[in-house]
């Protein structure tokens, strides 16, 4: 039986040494991938937070659009306008 030169496996452990540096620290490494995948679910969330966001600012421009019942509600509530011939009256404690 021959007997394999002792640089082959100085070479195969290199290497293997190499491919192993690449799994766990190099660029597509498994921390690399599941802090990615962090991010994406991350942004998945958010995606979710901002559509729903968008629905209800679009259902509140149609009701703009529809009638003027929205308007004078935002009028009356935030800016703490009254009609014409109306009398507001406070109360307070």
Same mark, same amino acid.
């Given at each position: !039986?021959?007997?394999?030169? $002792?640089? @082959?496996?100085? *070479?195969?452990?290199?290497?293997? +040494? &190499?491919? =192993? $540096?690449?799994?766990?620290?190099?660029? &597509?490494? /498994?921390?690399?991938? +599941?802090? /990615?995948?962090?991010?994406? +679910?991350? =942004?998945? &969330?958010? #995606?979710? %937070? *901002? @559509?729903?966001? #968008?629905?209800?600012?679009?259902?509140?421009? @149609?009701? @703009?659009?529809?009638?003027?019942?929205?308007?004078?509600?935002? +009028?009356? %509530?935030?800016? &703490? !306008?009254?009609?014409?011939?109306?009398? /507001? $009256?406070? *109360?307070?404690?």
């Amino acid at each position: !039986m021959k007997k394999t030169p $002792y640089w @082959l496996f100085v *070479l195969l452990i290199l290497l293997l +040494a &190499g491919l =192993q $540096y690449r799994l766990w620290v190099g660029d &597509g490494s /498994l921390a690399e991938v +599941a802090e /990615l995948k962090r991010q994406i +679910a991350s =942004q998945q &969330g958010e #995606n979710q %937070h *901002l @559509l729903e966001r #968008n629905r209800i600012l679009e259902a509140e421009v @149609l009701e @703009l659009k529809k009638g003027m019942e929205t308007v004078e509600e935002r +009028a009356r %509530h935030e800016l &703490g !306008m009254v009609k014409e011939g109306e009398t /507001l $009256y406070q *109360l307070a404690e």
